[in-house]
């Protein structure tokens, strides 16, 4: 795992949390533990005591003092000490007193060591100071229980647990829990190790598909593809890339096929206007007007050429500025149809108009809504053999006009309507520039569409015709 990389890093995050949560859950966990078995054993403690104080007031109340009771329980076994204080009407020896030196004998320690201690905090008698000593402070002082015999308090007894210590067999019970939880955490961070390393390995094997992918497209291998099936974020992702890359190889393969259709378009006319001035630097062509005239015609086709290249660059950069005016779209589609019904005619094509009655006005670029009627009827009347129809349409529909140039020309094949908006298409590839004009125009009146947030579509079929619609928005919008 590299340093400095996603996987150590996501990696790193993952164990600090899951660390100081096991830590904090643990330290918790063991304090609590200990403080509840604390509080458990001083009850216990206290518990033992008050069972057990009845023994030693009644020793003292039989023998007025407490020599010889260190004898005494060493004498007295360990049940007996345990019971008397529950069951005073047993059998507890009662006749107290203290035993003979060779009477006595050893009997299993009681299960928490007392201790009596008089008013100064000196020891009287320890059940078990094999222990060790215990510091009679204050604290502990005041947690005993004071023994008292006709209303004079003749000493004081407390446990080890009431006292608030543990006995060793309870601190190797402690000590054996601390153990257990450490060890669990151990395992668990290790745990959490071991199943955030498989998980981010997985999680950021798409990520590096993806980053492995957008480098060979970074040197201009436009065919990468991510295979990314996960169903989640990082699918979309990959879905995204992928379409992503679809698009930028298609945008690379009109850039390329664009800059050699342009190279083609210039170089023709270049080309016959180089053939053309030799043949008359030479002597071999007279200037005769028809040959100037063929010139002229060259140099006009070049210009709208380059004219329709800058006016196409301008509206799909989004540069161009557009001067929106109040527009009646039915009297503009008058003016436009009456323009080129001449042409129309010359090549005996009808041409009508339909326009709705009522309000047809909308806020756009007077010269650009003329351009891109222009450039839809031009185009209808390149297509449209002679004897054809071309039908125009101008209609409110909601918040838009919707205005339809359809016409019975030769129609476009279903496979190329997804391209002819596109710069520099043809519809056959094998159609001239003669008959097929520069195939810019119907991209020039896409962008323009596009300018004025618009929409446009296209419906065709061969040997039938082909209908344009676009939709220009009637309030205009920034």
């Known amino acids: 795992m590299r340093k400095g990389s996603l996987q150590s890093q996501i990696t790193s995050s993952f164990l600090l949390v899951v660390l100081l949560t096991i830590s904090l859950f643990s330290i918790m966990s063991y304090a609590m533990i200990l403080q509840r078995f604390s509080s458990f054993t001083a009850e216990s403690g206290k518990n033992f005591v008050a069972r057990n104080i009845s023994i030693f007031t009644y020793y003292y109340e039989t023998n007025g003092t407490w020599d010889g009771i260190n004898e005494f329980f060493t004498e007295m076994p360990k049940r007996e000490i345990m019971d008397f204080g529950t069951n005073p009407g047993s059998t507890p020896w009662m006749e107290i007193k203290p035993p003979e030196p060779d009477d006595t004998h050893?009997?299993?320690?009681?299960?928490?060591?007392?201790?009596?201690?008089?008013?100064?905090?000196?020891?009287?008698?320890?059940?078990?100071?094999?222990?060790?000593?215990?510091?009679?402070?204050?604290?502990?002082?005041?947690?005993?229980?004071?023994?008292?015999?006709?209303?004079?308090?003749?000493?004081?007894?407390?446990?080890?647990?009431?006292?608030?210590?543990?006995?060793?067999?309870?601190?190797?019970?402690?000590?054996?829990?601390?153990?257990?939880?450490?060890?669990?955490?151990?395992?668990?961070?290790?745990?959490?190790?071991?199943?955030?390393?498989?998980?981010?390995?997985?999680?950021?094997?798409?990520?590096?598909?993806?980053?492995?992918?957008?480098?060979?497209?970074?040197?201009?291998?436009?065919?990468?593809?991510?295979?990314?099936?996960?169903?989640?974020?990082?699918?979309?992702?990959?879905?995204?890339?992928?379409?992503?890359?679809?698009?930028?190889?298609?945008?690379?393969?009109?850039?390329?096929?664009?800059?050699?259709?342009?190279?083609?378009?210039?170089?023709?006319?270049?080309?016959?206007?180089?053939?053309?001035?030799?043949?008359?630097?030479?002597?071999?062509?007279?200037?005769?007007?028809?040959?100037?005239?063929?010139?002229?015609?060259?140099?006009?086709?070049?210009?709208?050429?380059?004219?329709?290249?800058?006016?196409?660059?301008?509206?799909?950069?989004?540069?161009?500025?557009?001067?929106?005016?109040?527009?009646?779209?039915?009297?503009?589609?008058?003016?436009?149809?009456?323009?080129?019904?001449?042409?129309?005619?010359?090549?005996?094509?009808?041409?009508?108009?339909?326009?709705?009655?009522?309000?047809?006005?909308l806020k756009a670029d007077e010269q650009r809504v003329s351009q891109i009627l222009l450039n839809l009827l031009s185009n209808a009347i390149q297509y449209t053999p002679e004897g054809g129809a071309i039908h125009v349409s101008v209609e409110k529909n909601g918040e838009w006009i919707e205005t339809s140039v359809q016409d019975t020309g030769i129609g476009i094949a279903e496979e190329d309507l997804a391209h002819v908006f596109e710069r520099l298409y043809r519809s056959s590839q094998a159609r001239s520039r003669t008959d097929g004009g520069s195939g810019l125009g119907l991209s020039i009146v896409k962008g323009l569409v596009d300018l004025h947030h618009g929409k446009i579509s296209v419906e065709s079929e061969v040997g039938k015709g082909s209908t344009f619609t676009f939709a220009l928005p009637i309030q205009a919008q920034s």
């Not at 380059?306 to 509206?315: F, S």
């Open 106 to 361: 050893e009997v299993p320690p009681s299960p928490d060591r007392l201790i009596l201690f008089d008013d100064n905090g000196t020891i009287i008698f320890d059940s078990d100071p094999t222990e060790g000593e215990i510091n009679l402070s204050k604290d502990v002082m005041s947690r005993a229980i004071p023994i008292v015999v006709e209303e004079v308090q003749v000493g004081m007894l407390i446990s080890t647990n009431s006292a608030g210590f543990l006995r060793p067999d309870q601190i190797n019970f402690i000590r054996d829990i601390f153990w257990v939880i450490l060890a669990s955490t151990v395992i668990s961070v290790v745990t959490v190790v071991f199943v955030s390393l498989l998980l981010t390995r997985r999680i950021l094997k798409p990520v590096h598909s993806l980053s492995a992918a957008s480098l060979k497209i970074a040197n201009g291998d436009y065919s990468q593809r991510v295979d990314v099936h996960e169903p989640n974020e990082l699918g979309e992702m990959a879905t995204a890339f992928n379409a992503m890359a679809v698009e930028l190889e298609r945008q690379n393969t009109l850039r390329r096929r664009a800059t050699s259709d342009i190279a083609h378009e210039l170089r023709t006319p270049l080309s016959v206007l180089q053939i053309e001035l030799e043949s008359l630097e030479d002597g071999l062509t007279d200037p005769t007007p028809e040959t100037l005239q063929g010139l002229q015609r060259e140099v006009v086709y070049l210009n709208h050429l380059v004219e329709d290249l800058r006016i196409l660059a301008l509206a799909e950069s989004g540069d161009m500025v557009l001067n929106p005016i109040t527009l009646d779209m039915g009297s503009l589609a008058t003016e436009i149809v009456n323009r080129v019904r001449y042409t129309a005619a010359e090549q005996k094509i009808a041409l009508t108009l339909y326009k709705v009655e009522g309000d047809l006005y």
